[in-house]
């Protein structure tokens, strides 16, 4: 490592930055801003009363698919329809610009959805980015919970690039509300472990520009 880490709290987006160019992911408790957690757990809350979220799939979107073997989340889109998703994505828009500053990364649109674990909710270890759709490039996990501990399940379990199945991960991290979770997406295989709470995040995505010079690439 050539340059000196900078101190968390000093300044925590120079450690994301770090953090994603040597180990590929980046945890970050209480990163983010507390007016904006409480808002986003409100609407979270509210979503789910009403019953609003539709059970996820899992693969492209012309593969939909819901499997409970697999993951078992509820999930709604952001589209900016509330105050709080506005400022959510202004906050993701510093993070993008940030990272794309120093990580010369392209990140160009960024797409994002609640997502509720009921109690024995699970997602199984995957990577992020789709196959044959290299497109999503860096992984955002931001949790909302309320005073979550270790018994309460529900853990980011994280491995490092490359590593298998049976390899010791690098990290596994209580979900926190506040808690900011970064991720290349095509490198880092993670799961999330039975929670025996119901269990309350946003998991974001930011994807490069498909088209260049107005020509859509195509997906091989
Ligand atoms: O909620 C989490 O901790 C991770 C969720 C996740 O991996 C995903 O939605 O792809
Ligand atoms: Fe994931």
Not at 189 to 217: C, E, F
Request: glycine share 10%.
């Amino acid at each position: 490592m050539t340059a000196p880490l900078p101190l968390p709290g000093d300044n925590r987006l120079g450690c994301v930055i770090e953090d994603l160019a040597s180990k590929g992911w980046s945890w970050q408790p209480g990163f983010l801003p507390d007016a904006l957690l409480i808002a986003l757990r409100e609407e979270i809350h509210a979503l789910e009363a009403e019953a609003a979220l539709a059970p996820a799939g899992i693969g492209r979107e012309d593969a939909f698919q819901v499997d409970h073997s697999i993951r078992k989340t509820r999930i709604t889109w952001l589209d900016d329809s509330s105050p709080a998703q506005l400022a959510f994505s202004d906050w993701a828009e510093h993070l993008r610009e940030a990272l794309n500053r120093s990580l010369l990364l392209g990140l160009f649109e960024f797409e994002a959805c609640y997502a509720v674990y009921p109690q024995g909710g699970f997602y199984d270890r995957h990577l992020d980015s789709f196959e044959g759709a290299k497109n999503r490039i860096v992984s955002l996990v931001v949790y909302l919970n309320d005073e979550w501990s270790e018994d309460d399940g529900g853990a980011l379990v994280v491995w490092p690039e490359g590593a298998g199945e049976d390899d010791t991960p690098a990290a596994t991290l209580v979900p926190e509300g506040g808690g900011v979770v970064l991720m290349l997406s095509e490198a880092i295989p993670h799961a999330v472990q039975p929670t025996a709470r119901q269990r309350y995040g946003i998991a974001g995505w930011w994807r490069v520009n498909q088209a260049i010079d107005g020509q859509v690439i195509p997906i091989s």
